[in-house]
T-cell receptor, first 108, second 115 residues
Framework: EDQVTQSPEALRLQEGESSSLNCSYT??????LFWYRQDPGKGPEFLFT???AGEEKEKERLKATLTKKESFLHITAPKPEDSATYLC?????????FGGGTRLMVKP | DAGVIQSPRHEVTEMGQEVTLRCKPI?????LFWYRQTMMRGLELLIY????????DSGMPEDRFSAKMPNASFSTLKIQPSEPRDSAVYFC?????????????FGDGTRLSIL
């Protein structure tokens, strides 16, 4: 059975304090790893797709990386507006399996 | 461009009543997905359609749940009869053709409360 696990469940950072979120996956025939951001009362918003081990993608203060078993979302010098829940999802053919998410809180 | 539109945004009803959730996908998107999100189970896929045809409904929890897509611009998820354990946020998402790594785009969900 496909499984995606995210850690930590919650993370509190001071503004400017860099950190990383982890996404571990066990998926047969991975076709891509997705990262989404979800704000309260909203649907998940697409951030990145990673296709193969070693791949990296960046957007503003966020950088996503992928290995054969894990993906990391690195947040550099976060700001309060980066506070949200970050979800990763593994694609094994049209269907996404989501992790439980990491709730990030950045304090000014 | 308009995103995925869901209605209603909130629904509160009593146990046993029929509930219908609605979704308008992004124009030109050929895939439509229905998800349910709860604190306990996270985001779970219920069913998805390709070109208005249901492809996989293995995530639909029971026969009380049904989904239709009568045309490319509209889909419904119906619960009949509803139960308190159906309380959750229900999301609709759509994506275009062109490989299964095209990202899914989500609506803002319907928060359903069954009393």
């Amino acid at each position: 059975e496909d499984q995606v696990t995210q850690s930590p469940e919650a993370l509190r950072l001071q503004e400017g304090e860099s950190s990383s979120l982890n996404c571990s996956y066990t998926v047969s025939g991975l076709r891509g790893l997705f990262w989404y951001r979800q704000d309260p009362g909203k649907g998940p918003e697409f951030l990145f797709t990673l296709y193969s081990a070693g791949e990296e993608k960046e957007k503003e203060r966020l950088k996503a990386t992928l290995t054969k078993k894990e993906s990391f979302l690195h947040i550099t010098a976060p700001k309060p507006e980066d506070s949200a829940t970050y979800l990763c999802a593994a694609n094994a053919g049209n269907m996404l399996t989501f992790g439980g998410g990491t709730r990030l809180m950045v304090k000014p | 461009d308009a995103g995925v539109i869901q209605s209603p945004r909130h629904e509160v009803t009593e146990m046993g009543q029929e509930v219908t959730l609605r979704c308008k996908p992004i124009s030109g998107h050929d895939y439509l997905f229905w998800y349910r999100q709860t604190m306990m189970r996270g985001l779970e896929l219920l069913i998805y359609f390709n070109n208005n045809v249901p492809i996989d409904d293995s995530g639909m929890p029971e026969d009380r749940f049904s989904a239709k897509m009568p045309n490319a611009s509209f889909s419904t998820l119906k619960i009949q009869p509803s139960e308190p354990r159906d309380s959750a946020v229900y999301f609709c998402a759509s994506r275009r053709q062109g490989g299964d790594n095209q990202p899914q785009h989500f609506g803002d969900g319907t928060r359903l409360s069954i009393l």
